[in-house]
């Protein structure tokens, strides 16, 4: 439902652009008639289905780490390399400023184009990249500083190559480094959250998902490839992984879910800054106030918990 709803606005809004600042009454007029209908249709976007809610988390035009960064954040100033290996494209990460104090900020990147998708590895990390991401955290936690990550990957690159150099054991030293660290860490999942290389950078505090971000163990096309050797199924799989914010906020998975734009994230990037940005600034004041101990503590107890019945 949600593809035919935006080829309709894009169409709209393409029209709207055409009419430029006509101030004709017949201009007018149909402009009006525009801005209702597109109104109307995102209306429609208020009660979203597993499957649309997936085509949202992968949408070219979603917001990528590097946009975060300009809007949110001042003076970043990029770290590269994991000093064992190389420098992997597809994990971003530097010291930046937060409301004039400074945090470390890390993500999985994207790109906008096809030539930057494939310089960035379409956003799925070798070993390098995480060990680049920890070697980041390491250094936050010496100095003090608070840590937010943007999740958004199809999972980790499972290349041979990968496995040679420890992708594995590269994730598994995060997961339980991360679980130890002594300062406020803030994950927000922002699109694509999935497998083990999207839970490399979200063993945090408090775990955020956008509204149409989706966070799971696998793709719905793997799932549906594996449970019923169908992937043509992916969209019932939607359904059946239970992987929307929504479910998740339901499961204790995630702690608060920031809303959307209707129709999603991309069609208005600043308004989903601004939720963004309101969400980060009240929990990053809440965890500030506990001790290191506390966070560490708070942090084993929360992902130790998930899955009891």
Known sequence: MIKEVLRQIDDMDKELKALGEDRSAEVKQRRKQLEQARAELLEGCNSLSAADKVFLARHPHRPKIDEYIDALFTDFFVQRGDRQCKEDPSILGGIALYKGKPVTVIGHRKGNTLEENMKYNFGMPGPEG????????????????????????????????????????????????????????????????????????????????????????????????????????????????????????????????????????????????????????????????????????????????????
């Open 130 to 309: 995480y060990r680049k991401a920890l070697r980041m955290m390491k250094q936050a936690e010496k100095f003090g500083r608070p840590i937010i990550t943007f999740i958004d990957t199809p999972g980790a690159y499972p290349g041979k190559e990968a496995e040679e150099r420890g992708q594995g054991e590269a994730i598994a030293r995060n997961l339980a480094e991360m679980s130890t660290l002594t300062v406020p860490v803030i994950a927000v999942v922002t699109g694509e959250g999935s497998s083990g290389g999207a839970l490399a950078l979200g063993v945090g505090n408090r775990v955020l998902m956008l509204e149409n971000a989706i966070y799971s163990v696998l793709s719905p096309e793997g799932f549906a490839s594996i449970l019923w050797k169908d992937a043509s199924r992916h969209e019932e799989a939607c359904d059946v992984m239970k992987l929307t914010a929504q479910d998740l906020l339901n499961y204790k998975v995630i702690d608060e879910i920031i809303p959307e734009p209707l129709g999603g994230a991309q069609l208005d990037h600043q308004a989903l800054f601004a939720n963004v940005d309101a969400a980060l600034e009240r929990n990053l004041s809440q965890l500030s106030r506990l001790s290191g101990s506390a966070l560490a503590s708070q942090r084993h107890k929360k992902f130790r918990q998930m899955g009891e019945v």
